[in-house]
């Protein structure tokens, strides 16, 4: 199972990324698929999560209105668009599976991870 996340760059506040995060050797419709960040000397936290089919989403108070985390099951993709980036948005953004029909918002029910990609906002 691999998943590669791109998309990540340097980004002034206010501005807008969209990460993409596309997954290969798993059955992608059996899995919900989550973002989670971690910024230096920070936990990992969950930022947004969807469900096999993209019917259910959820997200972290801080992005909510601002992110939005879409799937494509024909590509294996899913996409996280992030606006109205903040300085404290600046994380690495890793993507992960969890094979469950749950949304789990837990870094420990996702088996697979990517390696990251970096997001940093600043003027």
């Known amino acids: 199972v691999q998943l590669v996340e791109s998309g990540g760059g340097l980004v002034q506040p206010g501005g807008s990324l969209r990460l993409s995060c596309v997954a290969s050797?798993?059955?992608?419709?059996?899995?919900?698929i989550g973002w989670f960040r971690q910024a230096p000397g920070k936990e990992r936290e969950f930022v947004a999560g969807?469900?096999?089919?993209?019917?259910?989403?959820r997200y972290v108070e801080s992005v909510k209105g601002r992110f939005h985390i879409s799937r494509d099951n024909a590509q294996n993709t899913v996409f996280l668009q992030m606006h109205s980036l903040k300085p404290e948005d600046t994380a690495v953004y890793y993507c992960?599976?969890?094979?469950?029909?749950?949304?789990?918002?837990?870094?420990?029910?996702?088996?697979?991870w990517g390696q990251g990609t970096q997001v940093t906002v600043s003027s």
């Open positions: 050797g798993l059955v992608f419709e059996d899995y919900a």
């Open positions: 992960a599976a969890d094979h469950s029909i749950v949304l789990d918002t837990s870094a420990r029910g996702y088996a697979y």
């Open positions: 969807i469900n096999w089919d993209g019917t259910t989403t």
